[in-house]
Each structure stands twice: as structure tokens, then as C-alpha cells.
């Protein structure tokens, strides 16, 4: 009997316990989900509330930017474009701000106003973080349009000094320069954590992308095509500019390259020859790259570059 009992007891004890635990882990889901939220949907607000005016000669740079702003002084949240076509002073730029998302209808376009400038972003994610960019999302350069003969740094997206960083399904064309930057800022020497999934890159004058400087980044089947004008003209090139720059855990998953003048991938190290920073990129199912995969000047390279699961280079002295 006293057995049965103390059978029981020890039972009842154990199912509380296991309540507890259990109770005390749904109430960290749900603290945690709801602090997701507050960080990044306190606040959301359509294109055409604040009165934007597309499919018309009206620069949309300032009334889009004012949005942008709006839902960062709340806190973050989500930007949504309908479906149109919006203007945008590529000089001015549009400026992503911390804990923002842009959320693009189908149909929806950013398209460069003209211009005679040696460097331009349409879109510009510099120092921010926790930012995404979402949808059906499609930008225009002025390529076909632009009033000056030099220069080569016209980009489409440019991301540097930022951090957790998501852009999906992009298609970005005809920009002057680059479709995609990613680089340093004098605040910070890389970006971090960026995530760039199906993007679709074509008829862009310098590069399809460009790796300047970065830790944490990877892009996911990438379609980089028809890249012409002005060198190096890769589909993609991992080239950093100084010693100081980073080339950290970069991963390039099912790429897929063609037409670009100056080969589909391009891998030149040399600025960090004189560095004491490790080089780690990696191309997994390199099979799409139809137009030449090109690794060079890695003379003095410390770090590994690992094509389909084969080292080509480690710890080069």
C-alpha cells in the first residue's frame, strides 16, 4: 500500500516538473517570437498612403524616402511598394535605415532617373542592419540613358559596412556600374551576415557583383548574365580593394553564369597579399558556370578556396 502510494507521489512530482519545463520553455518561444516582432514589424506602411505618385515623370526619390524614415522612427518594419514604376535620383539614392523591409508587389520597379554620374546607388544599405528586401523586386539602371562617358561605379544595390543583411528574387539590370556591391565603409571594414537568394543580373556595364568585403556571406543561385562595357565585366568578382579588407566564410551555392565578357567568376586576392587575414570562399555545384571560372594572383595568400569539395589553395606562403 505505502508503496502504491509513494508510486504516486513520485509520479505526480514528475509530471510537475516536466509542466514546469515545459511552461517555462513556451514562455521563452513566446518572449522571444514576440520581441522578433517588435524588432521588425512595429510598424508597416504602403507606398501610396503617404500619396506617392507612380507611373509618371515625377521623381519619387524624397516621398519614398520620407516612408523609409517614417517606419524607422517607429521602431522598423515593412515598406510596401504596389505594383508601378518609381523614379529614383540615383544620386541621392534611396538610404535603407536599421530594422526596415522592403516588400515589393509584383510588378512593382525601381527605375534610375538619367544622369552623368561616375558613381551612383539606387539603392543604398550602408552602416544599417536588419535589413531585407523582399518580393518582386525589380531595378533599373540608366545605362541605356546616362549622359556621361566616365566613370563605372553605378550601382543598383550597394551594401557596405551593414549587418544581417536579406535581399530575395532580385532582378537588376542596366545599371552603369555593378548590379550588386558589397564592400567596407569608413565606420566598418566589411559586411556581415548578408543573404542574397535567386538573384537575376543582367546587362549591368562593370560586374553582375561585386565582393569587396565581407564575412558571412552567401549567395544562393545566382543567374549573372551578359555583363559588358567597362572591365573587369565578371558575372561575379571577389576582389578586395585594400589589406584591410575581409574575404570571410563566403559561400557561392549553384551559380549560374553567361555572356559576361570577363569570365562567369572571378577570385583576385592580391590586395591581400601583405595581410595577416584569411581568405575562406567556397562555390558549391559550379556546373552553371558556362563562361569561365577565373582564379588568380593568389601568390602569398594565406586561406582556402574550396571549388565542388577540392582545395585549390591552402595556406599559401
Same mark, same amino acid.
Given at each position: 500500500?505505502?508503496?502504491? %502510494?509513494?508510486?504516486? /507521489?513520485?509520479?505526480?512530482?514528475? /509530471?510537475?516538473? *516536466?509542466?514546469?519545463?515545459?511552461?517555462?520553455?513556451?514562455?521563452?518561444?513566446? %518572449?522571444?517570437?514576440?520581441?522578433?516582432?517588435?524588432?521588425?514589424?512595429?510598424?508597416?506602411?504602403?507606398?501610396?498612403?503617404?500619396?506617392?505618385?507612380?507611373?509618371?515623370?515625377?521623381?519619387?526619390?524624397?516621398?519614398?524616402?520620407? *516612408?523609409?524614415?517614417?517606419?524607422?522612427?517607429?521602431?522598423?518594419?515593412?515598406?510596401?511598394?504596389?505594383?508601378?514604376?518609381?523614379?529614383?535620383?540615383?544620386?541621392?539614392?534611396?538610404?535603407?535605415?536599421?530594422?526596415?523591409?522592403?516588400?515589393?508587389?509584383?510588378?512593382?520597379?525601381?527605375?534610375?532617373?538619367?544622369?552623368?554620374?561616375?558613381?551612383?546607388?539606387?539603392?543604398?544599405?550602408?552602416?544599417?542592419?536588419?535589413?531585407?528586401?523582399?518580393?518582386?523586386?525589380?531595378?533599373?539602371?540608366?545605362?541605356?540613358?546616362?549622359?556621361?562617358?566616365?566613370?563605372?561605379?553605378?550601382?543598383?544595390?550597394? $551594401? %557596405?559596412?551593414?549587418?544581417?543583411?536579406?535581399?530575395?528574387?532580385?532582378? $537588376?539590370?542596366?545599371?552603369?556600374?555593378?548590379?550588386?556591391?558589397?564592400?567596407?565603409?569608413?565606420?566598418?571594414?566589411?559586411?556581415?551576415?548578408? *543573404?542574397?537568394?535567386?538573384?537575376?543580373?543582367?546587362?549591368? %556595364?562593370?560586374?553582375?557583383?561585386?565582393?569587396?568585403?565581407?564575412?558571412?556571406?552567401?549567395?544562393?543561385?545566382?543567374?549573372?548574365?551578359?555583363?559588358?562595357? *567597362?572591365?573587369?565585366?565578371?558575372?561575379?568578382?571577389?576582389?578586395?580593394?585594400?589589406?584591410?579588407?575581409?574575404?570571410?566564410?563566403? !559561400?557561392?551555392?549553384?551559380?549560374?553564369?553567361?555572356?559576361?565578357?570577363?569570365?562567369?567568376?572571378?577570385?583576385?586576392?592580391? !590586395? /591581400?597579399?601583405?595581410?595577416?587575414?584569411?581568405?575562406?570562399?567556397?562555390?558549391?555545384?559550379?556546373?552553371? $558556370?558556362?563562361?569561365? /571560372?577565373? $582564379?588568380?594572383?593568389?601568390?602569398?595568400?594565406?586561406?582556402?578556396?574550396?571549388?565542388?569539395?577540392?582545395?585549390?589553395?591552402?595556406?599559401?606562403?
Amino acid at each position: 500500500m505505502f508503496e502504491n %502510494r509513494n508510486r504516486i /507521489l513520485i509520479a505526480l512530482i514528475s /509530471l510537475i516538473i *516536466t509542466g514546469m519545463i515545459i511552461g517555462s520553455m513556451f514562455i521563452k518561444l513566446h %518572449r522571444d517570437s514576440e520581441q522578433s516582432k517588435s524588432k521588425f514589424t512595429s510598424s508597416s506602411r504602403n507606398i501610396e498612403s503617404f500619396e506617392d505618385i507612380i507611373n509618371d515623370s515625377i521623381d519619387d526619390t524624397d516621398r519614398i524616402q520620407k *516612408t523609409i524614415d517614417f517606419v524607422n522612427k517607429k521602431g522598423g518594419g515593412v515598406v510596401t511598394f504596389p505594383k508601378g514604376i518609381y523614379l529614383i535620383d540615383a544620386e541621392i539614392s534611396l538610404k535603407l535605415k536599421d530594422n526596415i523591409t522592403l516588400k515589393f508587389e509584383k510588378g512593382a520597379i525601381l527605375k534610375a532617373l538619367p544622369n552623368n554620374a561616375e558613381s551612383y546607388e539606387i539603392v543604398k544599405i550602408h552602416d544599417v542592419e536588419n535589413v531585407s528586401l523582399l518580393g518582386d523586386i525589380t531595378i533599373i539602371g540608366e545605362r541605356k540613358e546616362h549622359i556621361g562617358k566616365t566613370g563605372e561605379w553605378g550601382f543598383g544595390i550597394s $551594401i %557596405r559596412g551593414a549587418e544581417n543583411i536579406t535581399i530575395e528574387n532580385p532582378f $537588376i539590370k542596366d545599371c552603369w556600374g555593378d548590379g550588386i556591391y558589397i564592400g567596407a565603409t569608413t565606420k566598418k571594414k566589411y559586411s556581415k551576415r548578408v *543573404t542574397i537568394i535567386n538573384p537575376l543580373i543582367e546587362n549591368n %556595364r562593370r560586374q553582375g557583383i561585386s565582393v569587396i568585403s565581407a564575412v558571412d556571406l552567401t549567395i544562393i543561385s545566382p543567374k549573372l548574365l551578359n555583363t559588358n562595357g *567597362t572591365s573587369p565585366q565578371g558575372g561575379i568578382d571577389f576582389e578586395p580593394n585594400s589589406e584591410n579588407d575581409m574575404m570571410s566564410n563566403i !559561400k557561392l551555392i549553384n551559380p549560374e553564369t553567361e555572356g559576361n565578357l570577363g569570365g562567369g567568376v572571378i577570385i583576385s586576392l592580391k !590586395k /591581400l597579399q601583405q595581410s595577416d587575414k584569411f581568405a575562406d570562399i567556397e562555390i558549391i555545384n559550379s556546373q552553371g $558556370i558556362q563562361d569561365g /571560372l577565373d $582564379i588568380r594572383d593568389m601568390k602569398n595568400i594565406k586561406g582556402t578556396v574550396i571549388i565542388d569539395n577540392k582545395e585549390r589553395l591552402l595556406q599559401l606562403n
